[in-house]
């Protein structure tokens, strides 16, 4: 997940098809505009909207990464000068300041 989600993504997520308008992330501003459509209660939207942030926390480290990786030409200039192993030295050191934690499996 590349963007902060809101809690209109929240809505989306519960009622894809939905029509609604929500000013200023206040739930007590949202506008149902589908008449054919139940709309979530406010539970059900922020517990949507919970997960969804902890989705979008679970990949801080990916977004970080992304933004301190060299560009593909500097990388490239890095191969060139420094070898695959300048080049996976480079790599590493944001990969190591910026882990992706642990993942958790469940066997059932």
């Known amino acids: 997940m590349k963007n902060r989600p809101s809690l209109a993504d929240a809505i989306l997520k519960l009622r894809p098809t939905s029509a609604f308008i929500l000013e200023n992330e206040d739930l007590s501003r949202l506008d149902w505009k589908d008449g054919s459509t139940t709309p979530p209660s406010a539970d059900e939207i922020n517990s949507e909207y919970s997960k ?10 990916w977004r ?9 030409e500097e990388q ?3 191969l060139f000068h420094q070898g ?25």
């Not at 969804?52 to 480290?61: I, N, Q």
């Not at 970080?64 to 593909?72: F, M, S, V």
């Not at 992706?100 to 066997?107: H, L, N, P, Q, R």
């Open 76 to 78: 490239l200039d890095i």
């Open 64 to 72: 970080n990464r992304r933004a301190e990786y060299p560009k593909i």
């Open 84 to 108: 695959y192993d300048g080049w996976k030295s480079t790599i590493q050191e944001i990969k190591d300041k910026y882990p992706k934690g642990e993942a958790w499996v469940i066997f059932m």
């Open 52 to 61: 969804l942030l902890e989705e979008y926390e679970s990949y801080s480290y």
